[in-house]
């Protein structure tokens, strides 16, 4: 079973600051995601990677294969981006669903 | 565009009936997942499925059924509801390639 572990639990920032969020996993997977989620609402896809780098907006997402690790970056932080970031993470070979960590509750303040 | 609609989105029963929550998709995907969400623990799979009639069991599988006759609906029941199945269940359809779509969630008290 994928252990996943999210750091760090919780964070709070000011608006305009530069966040990262660490996602490590144990074993071999063939995609990461990550989720977004705000208070009470639903579940959001904002990235799935197999490897390198992507961008959406100011959010980017990167994931090392080799050492089991991806991080998301927030620039320009807003108050909006205040939310729970979930990484979760496919096994190898096979859509048996996702493994989850338990997610990073994030809060910008202005 | 919601592509996955789940039904209830709240509902309160008594400890000992059968509830059923039903999941509908209009992307013809092949992929379909039943997850519940709690405090402490994140979200974990209960049971999925990769097909019409085609359905396997989750990390937290016991006390729940499910059921899929056609490619649109994923149907999950629990048999006999007991308090600790007090959750918030989330529905999920995946394509090879496509990512993740997540239903809107229904929150499920069992008294």
């Known amino acids: 079973k994928n252990e996943v572990e999210q750091s760090p639990q919780n964070l709070t920032a000011q608006e305009g600051e530069f966040i990262t969020i660490n996602c490590s996993y144990s074993?071999?997977?063939?995609?990461l995601h990550w989720l977004q989620q705000h208070p009470g609402g639903g579940i959001v896809s904002l990235f799935m990677l197999s490897s390198g780098k992507k961008k959406h907006g100011r959010l980017i997402a990167t994931i090392n294969i080799q050492e089991k690790h991806s991080s998301l970056h927030i620039t320009a932080s807003h108050p909006r981006d205040s939310a729970v970031y979930i990484c979760a993470v496919e096994p190898g070979g096979g859509a048996d669903g996702l493994t989850f960590g338990k997610g990073t509750h994030l809060i910008i303040q202005p | 565009d919601a592509g996955i609609t789940q039904s209830p989105r709240h509902k309160v029963t008594e400890t000992g009936t059968p509830v059923t929550l039903r999941c509908h998709q209009t992307?013809?995907?092949?992929?379909m997942y039943w997850y519940r969400q709690d405090p402490g623990h994140g979200l974990r799979l209960i049971h999925y499925s990769y097909g019409v009639k085609d359905t396997d069991k989750g990390e937290v599988s016991d006390g729940y059924s499910v059921s899929r006759s056609k490619t649109e609906d994923f149907l999950l029941t629990l048999e006999s509801a007991t308090s600790s199945q007090t959750s918030v269940y989330f529905c999920?359809?995946?394509?090879?390639?496509?990512?993740?779509?997540f239903g809107s969630g229904t929150r499920l008290t069992v008294v």
């Open positions: 992307e013809n995907h092949r992929y």
């Open positions: 999920a359809i995946a394509g090879l390639n496509y990512g993740y779509t």
């Open positions: 074993v071999g997977i063939s995609a």
